[in-house]
T-cell receptor, first 114, second 113 residues
């Protein structure tokens, strides 16, 4: 079974630039999550999708972050404009409706904002 | 709201030593509890889980028991190996697993030969 795919693995940008991350979840998983993991901290939820609808985006900084999941499969997370404090690993995860909360994680995209 | 508190690391042990990583939680509703592990250079992987009080999750020699009375889910292993060196995250979800995971801050384990 293929896992959660994310790209790119690494990205370095200057502050005020924009950046986009892509995620392809496990086939058949209805729920997709984006987490932000700052160095030395646990992952923090940014947004949760159920199919192509948003379930929870209460922690998403909507003035600069946006995410979409067209057709209920792949997802893109965008930051525009980036700030220094956005430097983190961005994790995508997916789960099935029968998973009992078990989520499968991608390897993440490490973003450095300089 | 939901929150998870883990003991701070790093935890440094010699091979074959006994491991305990403490985890306590607060939750609205009845949570399911998880331990995830992040090996160097790899993504987060589920290590074990427990879904109701007094359940014991186990995997790869690791165990954790869901203690509702103390709101705890401590991770234990009787004899650690160098290959267990990783960062361990305690996490929970509520709403019958339909809500996202809430993670602790992680505990780095370093096992020396």
């Amino acid at each position: 079974e293929a896992g959660v795919a994310q790209s790119p693995r690494y990205k370095i940008i200057e502050k005020r630039q924009s950046v986009a991350f892509w995620c392809n979840p496990i086939s058949g998983h209805a729920t997709l999550y984006w987490y932000q993991q700052i160095l030395g901290q646990g992952p923090k939820l940014l947004i949760q999708f159920q199919n192509n609808g948003v379930v929870d985006d209460s922690q998403l900084p909507k003035d600069r972050f946006s995410a979409e999941r067209l057709k209920g499969v792949d997802s893109t997370l965008k930051i525009q404009p980036a700030k220094l404090e956005d430097s983190a690993v961005y994790l995508c995860a997916s789960s099935s409706n029968q998973g009992g909360g078990k989520a499968f994680f991608g390897q993440g995209t490490r973003l450095t904002v300089v | 709201g939901n929150s998870v508190t883990q003991m701070e690391g790093p935890v440094t042990l010699s091979e074959e030593a006994f491991l305990t990583i403490n985890c306590t939680y607060t939750a609205t509703g009845y949570p399911s509890l998880f331990w995830y592990v992040q090996y160097p250079g790899e993504g987060l992987q589920l290590l074990l889980k427990a879904t109701k009080a007094d359940d014991k999750g186990s995997n790869k020699g690791f165990e954790a028991t869901y203690r509702k009375e103390t709101t705890s889910f401590h991770l234990e292993k009787g004899s650690v190996q160098v290959s267990d060196s990783a960062v361990y995250f305690c996490a929970l979800t509520t709403g019958t697993g339909r809500r996202a995971l809430t993670f602790g801050s992680g505990t780095r384990l370093q096992v020396q030969p």
